[in-house]
């Protein structure tokens, strides 16, 4: 990401996303891989933690970066033309929501998977 949006401004066009952006995204992908990394490898819980309050700590996150979402989209103050949405949405929260949504449906899936596992044996 930050290697394109160095091509694109070597180019002499404008990036469309802001330059925090582009540095919180990549910081944000590269976070997501490593999470999903270790639920496949079946590391993501501490030995001692308790599982549940981390669910309900991720689940308070994913709704408290929805609320300015919903509170620009309901204010109906998006337009449908390319700029003025990146510009009308906060789109840190968007990303963080997407890596929320990435990670607790591997979450889903890994606890399907070692069910499933568990009922075959």
Not at 17 to 37: E, K, N, Q, R
Not at 68 to 97: D, H, Q, R, W, Y
């Amino acid at each position: 990401l930050l290697a394109a949006e160095s091509l694109w401004t070597m180019s002499g066009n404008g990036f469309p996303l802001p330059d925090y952006l582009v540095f919180f995204s990549t910081i944000i992908i590269g976070l997501t891989v490593m999470c999903a990394y270790f639920i496949w490898k079946g590391v993501y819980w501490g030995i001692n933690n308790n599982p549940k309050r981390y669910i309900v700590v991720m689940i308070l996150a994913f709704l408290l970066n929805l609320i300015p979402i919903f509170s620009v989209v309901s204010n109906g103050k998006t337009e449908l033309n390319g700029a003025s949405v990146m510009e009308s949405l906060p789109m840190m929260n968007v990303i963080v929501v997407l890596m929320l949504m990435v990670v607790g449906g591997e979450l889903l899936i890994k606890h399907f998977i070692d069910k499933a596992k568990t009922e075959g044996d």
